[in-house]
């Protein structure tokens, strides 16, 4: 259908944006400027923390990732279910939502130490989610043959079992890496500076549009770089097999001695992921009593936020349905090219797609300044893999003969579409909508730079009374937050275990 390559083209044309906009602003500004802005101390700091930052957390969520993944699915630890869900439970809390939990309790809490213990604490849960799925999907077999030849237990977990959790090792430590880039809210609580923190406030105090537009260059640079360590990581090693799971469950491994400390080391994540943030809510819910619920603030706001997270997840998912159409019905070169075109600007942190658009929309376009099809375009560039994603599962469920037998029968293309595809692939369309709208409820940082004025949502209201140091009046805001993340949680943990089988 040429009227759907066509707005598959216009979609990827509009996801590359952030990544034209970088660099014209580049050129635009000649290599003296680029030299004076880039080119300094404070840069080189703020280069430093952030690799800093990743080159600690990885590592530390990769360890603890394979040890509960291994905990939970393989062992005999007592209540393993529930420790999984303890563990995933996390992603109800939204990272800035953690910043200011522990700052309350902690306000000394800050600089390199506290910037990674957050990520860890924060992001976990996405590097152990691939683990523990691949860790279901794994054969026995393999690593009964291994010990039959007589390889011990640990010789047989470091060359049978961890090489083939590679794949999900690098996924989530993706997927970490690329919001550590991104996240502004929990470093700003903390007093950690990054990229992100130190283009926002540009952008807020002193609107220096050529320093932010440079540092928004680099923090590119560095998704690119973090894009490029991803697909070297995973190589080109088949890790493919006969079969939609493993044949059988391996028999549980005993844990022995090592159950208490086991559990031991459980309880303490779930108290530092959980306990910190839900106690501290309840506290400031308890001292703040009924005036903290301000309902001409509350209601405003979260009709504000459901309405966006409506219209951004309806128009995320319209605007990913040609590339995942395409995607299965014509698969090739042009086609995966337009597809990494859409993927490549999802991964960049929002800061750079809202500085684009800020931009873009001065000079160009001035009337959408400040406005809610900016703050939409945004949030569907931010989230359109995630729709694509959600899309693409669903379309290839509905077999191509069914559009072929509707257009024999007289129907139009777009009918026939409607008729048999659109049709299957609407469950998994209210997937990616539910998906997108919950990423919208808790996104922070393009709402505070694009939002038009009097715009409030619940995270930049919680950001406005928690930047305050207001924390009684802003702790409702992030317990209805939490409340809206609970499906997305729920969901991504039956999704994992619904991909092995169990």
Not at 259 to 287: H, K, Y
Request: with cysteine; proline share 7%; net charge positive.
């Amino acid at each position: 259908m040429p009227w759907m390559e066509g707005a598959a083209l216009l979609v990827s044309l509009l996801a590359l944006l952030p990544l034209g906009f970088i660099a014209f602003m580049a050129v635009d500004a000649g290599w003296s400027t680029i030299q004076a802005l880039v080119f300094r101390p404070r840069v080189g700091e703020l280069l430093g923390n952030t690799a800093l930052l990743i080159l600690l957390t990885l590592p530390i969520c990769a360890i603890l990732a394979v040890a509960l993944g291994w905990l939970t699915e393989r062992t005999d630890l007592p209540g393993a279910r529930v420790w999984a869900w303890l563990i995933v439970a996390p992603l109800t809390v939204p990272a800035f939502v953690q910043g200011y939990a522990w700052v309350t309790v902690w306000p000394s809490l800050h600089g390199p130490f506290a910037g990674v213990m957050m990520s860890v604490i924060a992001y976990l849960a996405f590097m152990y989610l691939p683990v523990a799925a691949a860790l279901r999907w794994l054969d026995p077999g393999l690593e009964e043959v291994a010990a039959s030849l007589g390889d011990g237990p640990w010789r047989v977990f470091r060359r049978v079992v961890l090489p083939q959790l590679r794949l999900a090792l690098c996924g989530g430590a993706l997927l970490v890496g690329l919001h550590l880039l991104g996240e502004y809210g929990l470093f700003a609580m903390i007093r950690f500076d990054t990229f992100t923190t130190a283009i926002v406030d540009q952008f807020q105090s002193a609107y220096d549009a050529p320093a932010a537009n440079m540092l928004g260059g680099v923090l590119v640079l560095c998704c690119l770089a973090l894009l490029g360590a991803d697909a070297a990581g995973r190589g080109r090693r088949r890790y493919a097999r006969v079969g939609s799971g493993p044949a059988r469950l391996p028999p549980p491994h005993r844990l022995g001695l090592w159950r208490l400390p086991c559990l031991a080391l459980l309880t303490a994540l779930t108290a530092a992921s959980l306990g910190v943030p839900l106690l501290t809510l309840a506290r400031w819910l308890w001292f703040g009593g009924v005036g903290a619920w301000r309902p001409a603030e509350l209601g405003p706001a979260f009709g504000e936020t459901v309405l966006l997270a409506a219209a951004g997840g309806i128009l995320t998912v319209a605007a990913a349905a040609p590339m995942a159409w395409l995607s299965i019905r014509q698969p090739g070169r042009a086609q995966r090219a337009l597809e990494g075109c859409n993927y490549v600007a999802g991964s960049l942190p929002g800061v750079v797609i809202a500085l684009a658009l800020v931009t873009v929309t001065v000079r160009v376009a001035l009337p959408l300044y400040q406005t809610v099809t900016t703050i939409l375009v945004a949030y569907m560039l931010l989230f359109l893999p995630r729709g694509m994603l959600s899309l693409r599962s669903s379309i290839a469920q509905a077999p191509v003969e069914l559009e072929q037998a509707a257009a024999s029968l007289g129907r139009p293309p777009l009918a026939a579409l409607w008729a048999t595809t659109i049709r299957v692939a609407a469950p998994g369309a209210a997937a990616g909508m539910a998906l997108v709208s919950l990423g919208i409820t808790n996104e922070l940082t393009a709402t505070l730079m694009l939002a038009p004025n009097g715009v409030q949502t619940l995270a930049t209201m919680f950001w406005a009374y928690s930047s305050e140091i207001d924390y009684a009046a802003a702790a409702p805001y992030a317990l209805i937050m939490v409340l809206f993340a609970l499906p997305l949680t729920v969901l991504l943990h039956v999704q994992s275990r619904r991909m092995a089988g169990r």
